[in-house]
């Protein structure tokens, strides 16, 4: 028996030529938060996607909460009880605030369950309660990156991923990025967290991987990462 | 003054059957990517089921209701056999896909109904006209606009405030997005399909109660004008598809009205040579389409 919610095991991911990752192996502990570092073009989007069901899986095996989820499609994913928050925050800018939340409730069915949730997630998020009714293309980089994660809560996700939730925010927001996700983790829910910036993302890990090339460069304890001198110059830029 | 209102009226009756047609192809093809050929024969399939439900016997009403529901059941059948195996295949694979889809339907219609017009007998009083003042307003051109008006108005209160609708635009901007969220896709396409059949049987249904007919290039030509406004309005934008299809029936009534005897030969050549001035313009489109949130 493990105690695993997410296990990789040799994933590899294809575009065409391009072998995008080389047998990865990750995993995310009950509880955990474990980092995904690398250089642009690493892996570690093509290796989420992947997980998420948004990517073809060319080899190896996705395990979610102990299940074999390798292939499956991404709505089956979330009903299995995992959330992204995607690079780029991929927000609907042409739909309101509420209604970017209204459309990831879609998937829970109970409507009084639905519309309790949008109005915690926007109590959670005040800028989010105050500007429901705005176009969500008009909010700021990091009111976007809170609406992400609001909408990725609306599954009550057991498991998230955080694809790049700090790159191009002020400093202020990425430390409150950062304090949303040990928010979240202290709330019970398993994170993998995929980011750029190693200096914080050490901090809040439990567990860290860094990718190279599309393989796995290093893994394990992340103050021993964030101390080895020769991965931080070589993989991190930090 | 009177010719003018009446000219206006048919640019509106007419640009509201292009406007219903182009935003079915606009609401399919924002979501799928599918440059739907065969919409036209959804079109001509509506209006061979109100011209079945009056053979036998069905009330005018109840036939036109009937007309809508086939044109529906054609758009789903359709997108089940035929583009749901070519799901993310690219654009052109999908187009002649759709190329093939409409010239089997086309076949079919020939070989089990007839190559030729079938009439479609409506109560008379709807090709009749009535007087206002001193403009005389036909019927027919009145339901279309009425009807092309209802659908427009319900499509936006769907897309506005239903969750599917919010999905429907969601997906527009980026489909994949949409999935990562657990909505399911195969929902999102059926429904954006149904939505272009609900559109096409509409203009089915004002199209045949003008011209009282229906044979297998019924959905042709309308469509293919259809075509030309999704373009002039920007590809894969709803906004647009509506207002390209107003000013294509309006550039078209335009030049039937005021053009001299001699260059009507060329009315189509001028209407399109309109919309290319107007794309060297706007290369995107009138309103172009919002690109998807990924860059």
Request: with cysteine.
């Amino acid at each position: 028996m493990t105690d695993a919610v997410l296990e990789v095991e040799a994933l590899d991911v294809r575009y065409g030529q391009v072998h995008a990752v080389r047998s990865v192996s990750l995993r995310v502990a009950r509880g955990g938060v474990t980092a995904l570092l690398g250089a642009n073009g690493a892996g570690k989007t093509s290796t989420v996607m992947a997980v998420a069901g948004a990517r073809a899986i060319a080899a190896g095996t996705v395990r979610i909460f102990g299940r074999d989820m390798t292939g499956a499609a991404p709505e089956d994913i979330v009903r299995a009880g995992v959330a992204i928050s995607a690079e780029g925050r991929r927000i609907f800018a042409s739909l309101s605030v509420e209604e970017n939340l209204k459309v990831a409730g879609a998937v829970v069915g109970d409507l009084a369950l639905e519309a309790d949730r949008r109005a915690t997630l926007m109590e959670r998020f005040p800028i989010l309660g105050q500007r429901r009714r705005q176009l969500a293309g008009l909010l700021s980089g990091g009111e976007q990156q809170m609406l992400a994660v609001a909408r990725a809560l609306m599954s009550a996700p057991r498991l998230l991923l955080l694809d790049e939730p700090s790159l191009g925010l002020a400093p202020q927001m990425v430390d409150r990025i950062f304090d949303i996700v040990e928010e979240l983790r202290d709330e019970g829910i398993s994170i993998l967290l995929v980011e750029q910036n190693a200096t914080l993302t050490l901090q809040v890990a439990s567990h860290a991987v860094v990718l190279a090339n599309g393989a796995v460069a290093a893994a394990g304890d992340p103050q021993a990462i964030a101390n080895d001198a020769v991965l931080r110059e070589a993989y991190l830029a930090a | 003054m009177d010719f003018v209102v009446q000219q206006l009226i048919n640019a509106v009756s007419l640009g509201g059957v292009y406007a219903m047609l182009a935003l079915g192809l606009a609401i399919v093809f924002s979501i799928v990517r599918l440059i739907n050929f065969a919409h036209g024969d959804i079109m001509t399939f509506g209006g061979y089921g109100i011209f079945l439900s009056l053979v036998f016997g069905m009330p005018p009403l109840g036939a036109l209701a009937i007309g809508i529901g086939a044109a529906v059941v054609m758009a789903l059948a359709m997108e089940r056999a035929a583009f749901r195996a070519m799901r993310g295949a690219d654009v052109v694979a999908l187009l002649i896909t759709s190329f093939a889809v409409s010239e089997i339907l086309k076949v079919l219609f020939q070989n089990t109904i007839s190559p030729r017009p079938v009439p479609i007998s409506l109560p008379a009083a709807w090709s009749s006209s009535y007087r206002i003042g001193d403009v005389v307003i036909g019927v027919g051109p009145s339901i279309s606009i009425v009807v092309a008006l209802l659908s427009l108005a319900g499509l936006t209160l769907f897309l506005r405030r239903t969750t599917t609708g919010m999905a429907m635009r969601a997906a527009a901007e980026d489909f994949e997005m949409l999935r990562l969220l657990g909505v399911r896709a195969g929902r999102v396409v059926a429904t954006a399909f149904a939505i272009s059949g609900v559109l096409a049987g509409a203009a089915a249904v004002v199209w045949t109660a003008q011209r009282g007919s229906v044979d297998p290039m019924m959905g042709f030509f309308p469509v293919l004008k259809a075509f030309i406004a999704t373009v002039l309005g920007g590809l894969g934008s709803l906004g647009g598809a509506v207002l390209g299809g107003f000013v294509v029936g309006a550039i078209e009534v335009m030049t039937q009205a005021f053009l001299p005897e001699a260059l009507s030969p060329y009315r189509d050549a001028i209407v399109l040579a309109c919309v290319i001035a107007a794309l060297l313009l706007r290369p995107d489109g009138l309103l172009p389409a919002r690109s998807g949130a990924r860059s």
